[in-house]
């Protein structure tokens, strides 16, 4: 069995390996930086051509409250014939299972739905996140107690479903995540003649970020709350800024080429958390109190983010604070963090092989906004990785 491999989730120079070499590289803590993409049906910049080759496995996650929790879900799925692999994630709070199956491209939705509910009713300890793995690619942690089967049952998948089955599967799906997305709107404003306008914005933004396409996001509009030219244009509003936002993202993409510094036990997550902190603070010349939600979307990191920032406060490198938003007619309070800049040097020193050419170019600038002087704040730092 083959899967994809590569060094990070945005580029498409692609490795074809066995996936044996995978599970080495788990068991032996080596290549952490890697990622592999378990379906392999990920597209790149939406081009076909560059599709990624399909491997026919299917990637489950389950989560843990505890450890104990976490080894007995552990021992549950590997005593299952079907059961490729599975190891524990990188946080050590949840396992990645690996199912392989016999669907053929073009089916995946399909066979990962039926994997889900197989496992969901076998195994009932552990938290099964129904988190379609089309698109979604799973990094390298270390297991030395991985579990393996090359020879394990193959999963069938039931194609007798027609395609128009297949899309109504999808709209399902994209139905329930609409209705969490209005439970979780609903808490900030409500749908009255006064907030309307905010109600529908955050809900086109809320579903946006969860991936429900414009055209069922007006489509479930229509149906709960009718649809007139003006709520129409707000949603084509929020979606526009959600793919200007990943424009932004990938404006943050491009100092991944100067991460190559870091030492080898830094996990690129803290890598690109690092940097995205200290440049975003220059950009805004000092003047920064953002949200965990910002860094979350514009970088894609979603499940280590929490032990980062951790670390990061720990290390007094990090700030947190908290202001008052105004929603609606209240203020609510919001988390926020900024940087310490005297503690760059001390991490830079931590974490890169050679952090001299870093602090040469940003230390000079931190200083300036710190001390408030008014001087040019650019650094060239980042360009020079163009």
Known sequence: MKVSIYKDSRTIDTVKVEFDEVVKAIRENNNQEFFFSPSGVMSISGNRKNTLIYSRLIMLRFGSDSLEELESTFQSV???????????????????VLVNTDCIDGHHIIAYRQVFEAYQSIVSNGTLDFQSDEK???????DPAIYFNPNSVVFEIDLRLSKQNAFSIMDGIYREEFNRQVVFTSQLYSFSQQDWDKFIFTLALNCGNEGIPITKTLEF??????????MKGIVNRAYKMLKERDSLRMVFSVFLKNLRNYKPEVPLDKRVLFEFFILTYIQFKGELNFSEEQFRHHLGIYFSRK????EFINLKFLIKGKVNIQVGNKKVPKNTFTINPQKVPELAEIYMEDSKKFLDAVMPVLINIQ????????????????
């Open 78 to 96: 590997i005593e299952l014939s079907t059961t490729y692999c599975c190891f524990r994630n990188r946080e050590r709070s949840g396992l990645i």
């Open 136 to 142: 979604i690619t799973c990094q390298l942690s270390f």
């Open 371 to 386: 001390s408030g002087q008014q001087t040019n704040y650019y650094t060239s730092y980042w360009d020079e990785f163009d």
């Open 307 to 310: 032990k980062i920032i951790n």
């Open 221 to 230: 509009i229509l149906s709960d709350y009718g649809l007139n030219m003006p």
